[in-house]
């Protein structure tokens, strides 16, 4: 049997992008979203972590442009700034300020409301998808209990379809939903660094930045669990974000606020924000860390049912990742439904083909956080120290070397490790370490000029 009908719950960015991913391969489609789904770029309850600072790495825009040609321009077309983050945002990390270089690609920067919208409007423009307000409350199962055939809704209706979606994100009820028909919850791991928040949208003088700047990054670190950002946004707007890890929460209290600004790795974020117009209140966020589902690994599964996004793995936000797996997640499912549209077998499949990216970014999450001694592990070995010390080895060659910093780029961005086991790069950690060289960018005051 061909897929003829697909049903997803949540109509989030992973929802949309699920339904892009399925749209040629079916008749119809229903996304099943809680919230009044806004006409023009608004913030929503459903999706609480809006208001905050959100960034689309490279590998979330290749994959959405896969899904929806174009999409690119219609986020350049609605106000989006596009930066070459590793030239024009400068970052502070633990080890001094990244190596700022040119790479030739850009940073999607916009409000998470508005790139929402933009997806949105070509999803919902597709002639066989349609939203259906209600909130998905558990699973219609096929009478013997191997299929799941469609979702029951609050409304007392079901939703019915060949192929269902989990899209709800970090809130998913899955394991609930599958529990009540007697299939065991997937193993779990977890990283707990909690995560703190707090943005503000702001507009800027014209000469608030160093020439060449676009943004600067005051990253926490074990050392300092305050950070800091100030980053542009759509439509001239900036971000400014108080960021927290273990507990050093930003608080939404202007003093407050600009007391965790000031104790960033570097004030440069403080002192920016001390010349901005705040346009809107001080909005917190918390997040407990990363969590990893092994959906793909569960023994006994239905089949017709899927997760993607936040459902699946919810990441650390400070490395800007989730809507970015979340979009390669829908890459791998368009792939699998185009490879093979037969039903049984697809939700497996396609659950499968999204292990390698999730796993690779979530080894990032373990080997960023796993740093901080108080970060909890669960489910998942810490990084041994060598592993440790290798990373601060990177991160330092990255603060002076262009080749080396564009290898990093493409591992934090395009989740690629290619370029970072070349011959070449291996060959300059070397020497680093041979000379004894230190970084030399280290002053938290003065952001460098570009390298190489
Ligand atoms: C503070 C913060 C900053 C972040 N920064 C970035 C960043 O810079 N870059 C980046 O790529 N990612 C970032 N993320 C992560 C990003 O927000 C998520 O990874 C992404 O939104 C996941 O999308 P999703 O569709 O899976 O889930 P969500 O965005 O949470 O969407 C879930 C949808 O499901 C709906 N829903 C929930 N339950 C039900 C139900 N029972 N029935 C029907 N509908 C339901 C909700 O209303 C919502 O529309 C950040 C996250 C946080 C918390």
Request: charged share 20%; aromatic share 6%.
């Amino acid at each position: 049997m061909r897929l003829d009908s697909v049903v997803i719950a949540g109509g989030g960015i992973a929802g949309l992008l699920a339904a892009a991913a399925v749209g040629p391969h079916t008749q119809h489609i229903t996304i099943i979203e809680k919230d009044d789904l806004p006409a023009e770029p608004a913030p929503r309850p459903g999706v609480p972590q809006g208001r905050q600072v959100h960034a689309l790495l490279g590998a979330g825009q290749d994959a959405m442009s896969e899904l929806l040609p174009g999409i690119v321009e219609d986020f350049a077309a609605a106000g989006a700034r596009m930066v070459d983050s590793p030239a024009d945002l400068a970052v502070f990390g633990r080890f001094g300020w990244a190596g700022r270089v040119r790479s030739g690609t850009q940073t999607v920067m916009m409000r998470r409301p508005v790139l929402e919208h933009v997806v949105r409007s070509r999803v919902l423009a597709l002639p066989n998808v349609i939203v259906y307000r209600s909130a998905a409350t558990g699973l219609s199962m096929s009478d013997d209990r191997t299929r799941v055939i469609g979702l029951q809704l609050l409304d007392g209706t079901t939703a019915e379809g060949d192929l269902v979606i989990d899209a709800t994100g970090r809130v998913s009820k899955s394991m609930d939903w599958l529990a009540d028909f007697g299939y065991e919850a997937p193993a779990e791991k977890e990283m707990r660094s909690h995560i703190g928040y707090a943005t503000v949208e702001v507009r800027l003088p014209d000469d608030a930045f160093d020439d060449g700047v676009a943004g600067v990054l005051a990253h926490p670190h074990p050392g300092n669990c305050r950070g800091a950002a100030v980053v542009p946004a759509d439509n001239g707007i900036y971000l400014i974000a108080g960021l927290g890890m273990m507990n050093q929460d930003p608080p939404r209290d202007l003093d407050g606020f600009m007391a965790h600004l000031d104790a960033a790795p570097s004030p440069i974020v403080g002192e920016i924000a001390r010349k901005a117009e705040f346009l809107t209140d001080i909005v917190t966020y918390r997040v407990r860390g990363s969590r990893r589902r092994m959906w793909e690994d569960l023994e006994r599964r239905p089949e017709g049912y899927l997760l993607i996004g936040d459902a699946v793995m919810a990441f650390n936000p400070l490395y800007g990742q989730g809507m970015s797996v979340a979009a390669c997640e829908a890459v791998a499912l368009s792939r699998s439904v185009s490879t093979d549209s037969t039903v049984a077998g697809l939700a497996h499949r396609a659950q499968a083909a999204m292990k390698d990216v999730i796993d690779t970014v979530f080894a990032m999450a373990v080997s960023t956080d796993g740093a901080y001694e108080d970060a909890e592990l669960i489910g998942v070995p810490r990084p041994s120290p060598e592993d440790v010390n290798a990373g601060a080895l990177l991160s330092q060659v990255a603060t002076d070397d262009p080749e080396v910093a564009l290898a990093v780029k493409r591992y934090a961005h395009h989740f690629d490790r290619t370029d970072l086991r070349s011959p070449s790069i291996a060959d300059k950690l070397a020497v680093w370490q041979a000379d004894g060289r230190k970084v030399v960018h280290d002053n938290p005051l003065i952001i460098p000029g570009i390298i190489g």
